[in-house]
């Protein structure tokens, strides 16, 4: 199974500014995804983040102000632009692999980053 | 990705079976039912994937009737522990997508 680390944990961030966070996996992959978890509520996808290509944003969110960056096939990075209080959230990368015979793809989540903006 | 209906909340004590059903009424041919558990201040965690019958690990067990219209997550035996929010997921066997999250099912545990 992939271990994943994001920084930073958590931050306290002024409205107007901007914060880019950072998701390391222990191994190669694919595929990483991009969520985000607003308090209380369920994960809901920014992004999908290919190696070499151009990330792949879901309905509601924009590249200008969620510009995710892919190096190579174990790093990532997703600025959160222009901040103000309503992107105050947890910012979570996943890994997708293979589950097994007779499955599909499972994915590993990191710990998330909490995003406080004042 | 066929959505997918569970309870938003259930109750149970420790030592007791509990199950959660999920109802997901237009699930493709190639899709898979997969459940995930997600405590306070962590990314959620796969926990049980089946595509028909029962699937059984360490876990959990995921039982899945010939429709395949609904599955049922049970958990054996729970402890406090066990205290979290369940997601049931509708996922493509073919990978390469992210997730669609529903409200999920916030189990609660007492003694």
């Known amino acids: 199974s992939a271990v994943i680390s994001q920084k930073p944990s958590r931050d306290i961030c002024q409205r107007g500014t901007s914060l880019t966070i950072q998701c390391q996996v222990d191994?190669?992959?694919?595929?990483m995804f991009w969520y985000r978890q607003q308090p209380g509520q369920s994960l809901t996808l920014i992004a999908t983040a290919n190696q070499g290509s151009e990330a792949t944003y879901e309905s509601g969110f924009v590249i200008d102000k969620f510009p995710i960056s892919r190096p190579n096939l174990t790093f990532s990075t997703l600025t959160v632009s222009n901040m103000s209080p309503e992107d105050s959230s947890i910012y979570l990368c996943s890994v997708e692999d293979w589950a097994g015979q007779g499955t599909s793809y499972e994915q590993y989540f990191g710990p998330g980053t909490r995003l406080t903006v004042t | 990705l066929a959505k997918t209906t569970q309870p938003i909340s259930m109750d149970s004590y420790e030592g007791q079976e509990v199950n959660i059903t999920c109802s997901h009424n237009n699930i493709a041919t190639n899709d898979y039912i997969t459940w995930y558990q997600q405590f306070p201040s962590q990314g959620p965690r796969f926990i049980i994937q089946?595509?028909?019958t029962k699937v059984t690990n360490e876990v959990a067990s995921l039982f899945i009737p010939a429709d395949r219209k609904s599955s049922t997550l049970s958990l054996p035996r729970v402890s406090l522990s066990d205290t979290a929010v369940y997601y049931c997921?509708?996922?493509?066997?073919?990978?390469?997508?992210?997730?669609?999250f529903g409200k999920g099912t916030h189990l609660i545990i007492q003694p």
């Open positions: 089946g595509y028909k």
């Open positions: 191994s190669q992959v694919t595929m």
């Open positions: 997921l509708v996922v493509s066997g073919g990978g390469a997508d992210g997730l669609t």
